[in-house]
């Protein structure tokens, strides 16, 4: 097959025209002037960060865990019903019920996440274009959309929930012994499970990264080039075998970027919490607290803000890997 013929061939798919390898601080360079002249990734970036469990971490800060005798309290009615058998019909309409909103919510949050990655991936491909760092655009007009993203993300899941099933018993050994007859009241619960496992929840980490990062490089297969789905998520995997140091760079970059940017906003707004919540309880003036709230949710925000950054620098890290890395 002649050199003329494939181009041809990827130009019909929709792949970039340019598509030579360059060098990987050239790429990453890449995505980090992506990422400062397209502040609207910015937000996609930041949609996709809290549809992805961020928004979960995002509000660690004003969450407060229950104790063993609040969840004794709370559950320990229903779940003896279940367990000896006798639940009433309201009881198991609230578990139905319960049960079909957390679907809900679990495919909200998937097809949002794909649909901020889809959209992130034409923003960055066009902006390269603009800056002359790619030649030439694919045409994604028709290209794969928000459904095919969701379905490569919800395929790189398996790994993880595997990963999961296997270390479920361990982890809910230790939650379950700190739970009921904790060590240490002093040190957070989540930090007294993870020092009790650390290795086996660093290997779900890690299957996690490695399903993530073999995801981000199928859904660009997918858009870029529109492969199918089954095609995309396999070459995805291929990818991780055919140039590994080069991917997992650009992946583990992009979260450290992630990290560095969101985890100090975050233990900064843990901390100016706890400091809202001792001037409330102290009685003081109604002003000095609105200032203090004020000031709280001012770190807080500019947290989201940083976690949008970090997760945009993040995807156009893949993105542009992906236009040069083939």
């Given at each position: ?68 005798t609040g ?105 379950y012994h700190?739970l009921i ?146």
């Amino acid at each position: 097959m002649t050199a003329a013929v494939t181009a041809g061939q990827d130009a019909a798919r929709g792949a970039p025209a340019a598509r030579g390898r360059v060098g990987w601080r050239s790429a990453m360079s890449g995505a980090f002037v992506v990422t400062l002249v397209r502040p609207a990734s910015w937000a996609l970036g930041l949609a996709g960060f809290l549809a992805g469990g961020g928004i979960v971490i995002v509000t660690w800060p004003i969450v407060v865990l229950p104790t063993p005798t609040g969840l004794q309290n709370a559950l320990g009615a229903p779940v003896s019903s279940l367990v000896f058998g006798s639940p009433s019909a309201e009881l198991l309409g609230l578990v139905a019920a319960g049960i079909l909103v957390v679907l809900a919510v679990l495919a909200g949050a998937l097809l949002t996440g794909a649909w901020a990655e889809r959209q992130g991936i034409e923003i960055a491909v066009a902006a390269a274009v603009d800056e002359g760092l790619i030649a030439a655009s694919p045409d994604l007009r028709g290209a794969p959309g928000t459904g095919r993203v969701a379905l490569i993300r919800l395929l790189s899941l398996v790994p993880v929930a595997v990963a999961l099933a296997l270390a479920w018993q361990p982890i809910y050994d230790v939650t379950y012994h700190e739970l009921i007859l904790p060590d240490d009241l002093v040190t957070p619960l989540p930090i007294r499970v993870i020092g009790a496992v650390p290795w086996l929840l660093a290997g779900v980490l890690a299957t996690w990264l490695v399903s993530d990062t073999a995801a981000a490089e199928g859904v660009r297969r997918l858009v870029l080039e529109r492969r199918s789905v089954p095609v995309a998520w396999a070459m995805g995997w291929l990818d991780l075998v055919r140039r590994p140091l080069r991917v997992f760079s650009a992946a583990t970059l992009g979260l450290a970027a992630l990290l560095l940017l969101t985890g100090p906003s975050l233990l900064a707004a843990a901390f100016g919490w706890q400091r809202v919540r001792d001037l409330i309880g102290s009685g003081r003036e109604p002003v000095v607290v609105l200032a203090a709230v004020l000031v709280w949710v001012a770190i807080w925000l500019g947290g989201l803000a940083l976690a949008g950054v970090g997760a945009a620098f993040r995807s156009n890290a893949m993105t542009m890997e992906a236009v040069h890395g083939s």
